[in-house]
C-alpha cells in the first residue's frame, strides 16, 4: 500500500512535467524571459523544499545529514561533468542533422536529473506524510518549466505537441521508479533516512545553483528573477508549515 | 555584562571585522574576478544558511513570518530603486561612473542594516545563536568590504580612507542589531514578524545582488560549489541551536 502511494506520488510529478507541453498548444514558441521566469519560480520552489528537508534532516542528526547533502552535490557533479563530455552543449550545436541530436540530448539531460529527484521523493516520505506532501508539490511544479524547456526543444524541430508531452513525462519517469526503492531503503534501515534527506537537500540546492538560477538570470534582470526567487521560496516555506501545523 | 551591551559588542566586532577587507585592493583583471565570484558565492552562501537558521527557530510562526517576509522582499526592493542601487553592476564598479563608489557606500551601508536586523533578532531569540550570527556575518563582511575597497581606491581614496568609509558604511550594523533587540525585547509579540523580516531581506539580497554577481565573476560550478558547501557549513553549525 505505502509502496503504491509512493510510487503514486512520483508519479503525479512525472505527469506534471507533461503540462509544459500544454502552452505550446497556444503558442508556437515561449519567451525566453517567460522562462527565466519559469525557472526562477522553479528554482524558489526548490530551494524553499531543500529548506524543509534540512529541517527534517538535521532533527535526525547533523552530521548525518550534511555528510548526505555533500554526496548529493557529488552526484550531480559527477553526472553533468558524465553528460557534458559525452554529449556536445546543446546550444553548441547547429545545422539540420543535430537537431536529433539535440533532442536526443535534453531529453537524456533531464532523464538523468530526475534520479535524485526521485530519491527526494522517496526519502521525504520516510520523515511523514506532510514532509512527502510539500516535496511532491515542489517537484512537482519544478517539473512543469522542465516540461516547457524540453517540449521548447521538440517542438523547434516539428514534432507534434502530444508527443512533447509524452516525452517530458518520459524525462521524469526515474522519478517514481526512484522513489520506491529510496522508501523502502529509508524504512527498512531508520539510520539511512538522515542520509538520504540530506542527498535529496544537496542535489536540490546544487542543481539550482549549477543550472537553473543561471540559466535564470541569463534570461532577465538580476531585479526580477531575483525578487520573484525569493517570494516562491517565502510561499514554499509558509506552504510547508502549513501542512506541517 | 547586560544583554544589550553584549548585543552592542558582538555587532561591532561584526561590523569591525570588515576593515581587513578595507586594505584589500582588488584587480580587474579577468583572472582576479573569479577570486570576487567565489567570495560573494561564500557570503550568499553564508547568508542563505543565516537565514534557514532563523526559519528554524521556536518563534517563527507561518503567517506572520510569511507577511514579515514579504515586507523584507519589499524593503530592499525599494531601497534599491529609490536609491537606482539595482543597475549597478557589482563586478565592475569602477567603470566610468563617478557615482559608483558613492551608491557602492550606500549599497553597503543598506547591507549592514539589514544585517543588524538579523543579528539583533537572533540575540532576541538566544544569545549563542545571536553570537553565532554575529560570526557569521563577521566572516561576510570581509569580501564585501574587500569590494567596496577595490571601487573607492581606484577613485583616488587612500588606505585611511577607505577603511574610514568600510566602517562608517557598517555603523548601522551595531545601531540597527541593539534597536532591533529592544524591540522584541519590549514587545515579544513582534518576533514572528522581525524574524520573517530578517529572512526576506537577507534572502532577496543573495538572490537579487550577490548571486548574479558571482555568476558573472566566475564559472556556475565553482559557484554553486562554494555556495553550497558554505550553506551546508552553516546549516550543520546552527544545528547546535535549539
Same mark, same amino acid.
Given at each position: 500500500?505505502?509502496?503504491?502511494?509512493?510510487?503514486?506520488?512520483?508519479?503525479?510529478?512525472?505527469?506534471a512535467?507533461?503540462?509544459?507541453?500544454?502552452?505550446?498548444?497556444?503558442?508556437?514558441?515561449?519567451?525566453?524571459?517567460?522562462?527565466?521566469?519559469?525557472?526562477?519560480v522553479?528554482?524558489?520552489?526548490?530551494?524553499?523544499?531543500s529548506?524543509?528537508?534540512?529541517?527534517?534532516g538535521?532533527?535526525?542528526?547533523?552530521?548525518?545529514?550534511?555528510s548526505?547533502?555533500?554526496l548529493?552535490?557529488?552526484?550531480?557533479?559527477?553526472?553533468?561533468?558524465?553528460?557534458?563530455?559525452?554529449h556536445?552543449?546543446?546550444?553548441?550545436?547547429?545545422?539540420?542533422?543535430?537537431?536529433?541530436r539535440?533532442?536526443v540530448?535534453?531529453?537524456?539531460?533531464?532523464?538523468?536529473?530526475?534520479?535524485?529527484?526521485?530519491?527526494?521523493?522517496?526519502a521525504?516520505?520516510g520523515?511523514?506524510?506532510?514532509?512527502?506532501?510539500?516535496?511532491?508539490?515542489?517537484?512537482?511544479?519544478h517539473?512543469?518549466?522542465?516540461?516547457?524547456?524540453?517540449?521548447?526543444?521538440?517542438?523547434?524541430?516539428?514534432?507534434s505537441?502530444?508527443?512533447?508531452?509524452?516525452?517530458?513525462?518520459?524525462?521524469?519517469?526515474?522519478?517514481?521508479?526512484?522513489?520506491?526503492?529510496?522508501?523502502?531503503?529509508?524504512?527498512?534501515?531508520a539510520?539511512?533516512?538522515p542520509?538520504?534527506i540530506?542527498?535529496?537537500?544537496?542535489?536540490?540546492?546544487f542543481m539550482?545553483?549549477?543550472?537553473?538560477?543561471?540559466e535564470?538570470?541569463?534570461k532577465?534582470?538580476?531585479?526580477?528573477?531575483?525578487?520573484?526567487?525569493?517570494?516562491s521560496?517565502?510561499?514554499?516555506?509558509?506552504?510547508?508549515?502549513?501542512?506541517?501545523? | 555584562?547586560?544583554?544589550?551591551?553584549?548585543?552592542?559588542?558582538?555587532?561591532?566586532?561584526?561590523?569591525?571585522?570588515?576593515i581587513p577587507?578595507?586594505?584589500?585592493?582588488?584587480?580587474?583583471?579577468?583572472g582576479?574576478?573569479?577570486?570576487?565570484?567565489? *567570495?560573494? =558565492?561564500? &557570503?550568499? !552562501?553564508?547568508? %542563505? +544558511?543565516?537565514a #534557514?537558521?532563523? /526559519?528554524?527557530v521556536?518563534g517563527?510562526? *507561518?503567517? =506572520?513570518? &510569511?507577511? !514579515?517576509?514579504? %515586507? +523584507?522582499?519589499? #524593503?530592499?526592493? /525599494?531601497?534599491?530603486?529609490?536609491t537606482?542601487?539595482?543597475?549597478l553592476?557589482?563586478?565592475?564598479?569602477d567603470?566610468?561612473?563617478?557615482?559608483?563608489?558613492p551608491r557602492?557606500?550606500?549599497?553597503?551601508?543598506l547591507?549592514?542594516?539589514?544585517?543588524?536586523?538579523?543579528?539583533?533578532?537572533?540575540?532576541a531569540v538566544?544569545?549563542?545563536?545571536?553570537?553565532?550570527?554575529?560570526?557569521?556575518?563577521a566572516v561576510h563582511?570581509?569580501?564585501?568590504?574587500?569590494?567596496?575597497?577595490g571601487?573607492?581606491?581606484?577613485?583616488?581614496?587612500?588606505?585611511a580612507?577607505?577603511v574610514?568609509?568600510?566602517?562608517?558604511?557598517n555603523?548601522?550594523?551595531?545601531?540597527?542589531?541593539?534597536?532591533?533587540?529592544f524591540?522584541?525585547?519590549?514587545?515579544?509579540s513582534?518576533?514572528?514578524?522581525?524574524?520573517?523580516?530578517?529572512?526576506?531581506?537577507l534572502?532577496?539580497?543573495?538572490?537579487?545582488?550577490?548571486?548574479?554577481?558571482?555568476y558573472?565573476?566566475?564559472?556556475?560550478?565553482?559557484?554553486a560549489?562554494?555556495a553550497s558547501?558554505?550553506?551546508a557549513?552553516?546549516?550543520?553549525?546552527?544545528?547546535?541551536?535549539?
Amino acid at each position: 500500500m505505502d509502496v503504491i502511494l509512493v510510487f503514486t506520488y512520483g508519479l503525479i510529478t512525472a505527469l506534471a512535467t507533461g503540462l509544459g507541453a500544454l502552452p505550446f498548444l497556444l503558442v508556437r514558441t515561449v519567451s525566453g524571459r517567460m522562462v527565466g521566469r519559469l525557472n526562477a519560480v522553479a528554482a524558489g520552489l526548490m530551494l524553499g523544499a531543500s529548506f524543509g528537508l534540512l529541517a527534517e534532516g538535521t532533527r535526525f542528526g547533523g552530521w548525518q545529514t550534511f555528510s548526505g547533502g555533500i554526496l548529493g552535490v557529488l552526484f550531480i557533479l559527477v553526472t553533468n561533468r558524465y553528460l557534458r563530455e559525452h554529449h556536445a552543449h546543446p546550444g553548441s550545436s547547429t545545422g539540420k542533422e543535430d537537431g536529433l541530436r539535440r533532442m536526443v540530448l535534453i531529453v537524456t539531460v533531464m532523464t538523468v536529473h530526475s534520479l535524485a529527484e526521485g530519491v527526494a521523493i522517496g526519502a521525504s516520505f520516510g520523515g511523514g506524510m506532510a514532509l512527502a506532501t510539500f516535496i511532491t508539490v515542489a517537484i512537482a511544479v519544478h517539473n512543469i518549466p522542465e516540461g516547457v524547456a524540453i517540449s521548447a526543444v521538440l517542438r523547434a524541430n516539428g514534432v507534434s505537441v502530444p508527443r512533447c508531452a509524452g516525452w517530458s513525462v518520459v524525462s521524469s519517469l526515474p522519478q517514481p521508479v526512484m522513489a520506491v526503492p529510496a522508501f523502502l531503503f529509508v524504512e527498512a534501515f531508520a539510520p539511512a533516512l538522515p542520509y538520504g534527506i540530506g542527498f535529496a537537500a544537496g542535489a536540490m540546492v546544487f542543481m539550482v545553483l549549477l543550472e537553473i538560477l543561471p540559466e535564470a538570470y541569463g534570461k532577465g534582470s538580476a531585479r526580477e528573477i531575483g525578487t520573484i526567487t525569493t517570494l516562491s521560496m517565502i510561499a514554499m516555506m509558509l506552504f510547508q508549515k502549513m501542512v506541517a501545523g | 555584562m547586560a544583554t544589550p551591551l553584549i548585543v552592542l559588542l558582538y555587532a561591532s566586532i561584526a561590523a569591525l571585522s570588515a576593515i581587513p577587507g578595507g586594505f584589500v585592493r582588488w584587480s580587474a583583471e579577468p583572472g582576479r574576478e573569479r577570486w570576487l565570484g567565489w *567570495a560573494h =558565492a561564500l &557570503a550568499a !552562501g553564508g547568508m %542563505l +544558511g543565516a537565514a #534557514f537558521v532563523l /526559519t528554524g527557530v521556536s518563534g517563527a510562526a *507561518a503567517g =506572520a513570518g &510569511a507577511i !514579515g517576509a514579504a %515586507l +523584507g522582499v519589499a #524593503f530592499i526592493v /525599494t531601497t534599491h530603486t529609490v536609491t537606482r542601487l539595482d543597475t549597478l553592476d557589482l563586478s565592475r564598479p569602477d567603470r566610468d561612473d563617478p557615482s559608483a563608489a558613492p551608491r557602492l557606500v550606500a549599497l553597503h551601508a543598506l547591507h549592514a542594516c539589514t544585517e543588524g536586523v538579523a543579528i539583533g533578532v537572533a540575540m532576541a531569540v538566544d544569545l549563542s545563536l545571536g553570537v553565532f550570527m554575529a560570526i557569521a556575518i563577521a566572516v561576510h563582511n570581509v569580501p564585501e568590504a574587500a569590494l567596496l575597497s577595490g571601487a573607492t581606491r581606484r577613485q583616488g581614496a587612500g588606505p585611511a580612507g577607505t577603511v574610514g568609509l568600510v566602517v562608517l558604511s557598517n555603523i548601522g550594523q551595531p545601531a540597527l542589531a541593539v534597536a532591533t533587540w529592544f524591540v522584541v525585547a519590549a514587545a515579544p509579540s513582534a518576533l514572528p514578524w522581525v524574524l520573517g523580516f530578517a529572512v526576506g531581506a537577507l534572502l532577496n539580497l543573495v538572490m537579487t545582488e550577490l548571486l548574479p554577481a558571482s555568476y558573472r565573476e566566475a564559472g556556475s560550478t565553482s559557484i554553486a560549489l562554494v555556495a553550497s558547501v558554505a550553506l551546508a557549513l552553516v546549516v550543520l553549525l546552527g544545528g547546535v541551536f535549539p
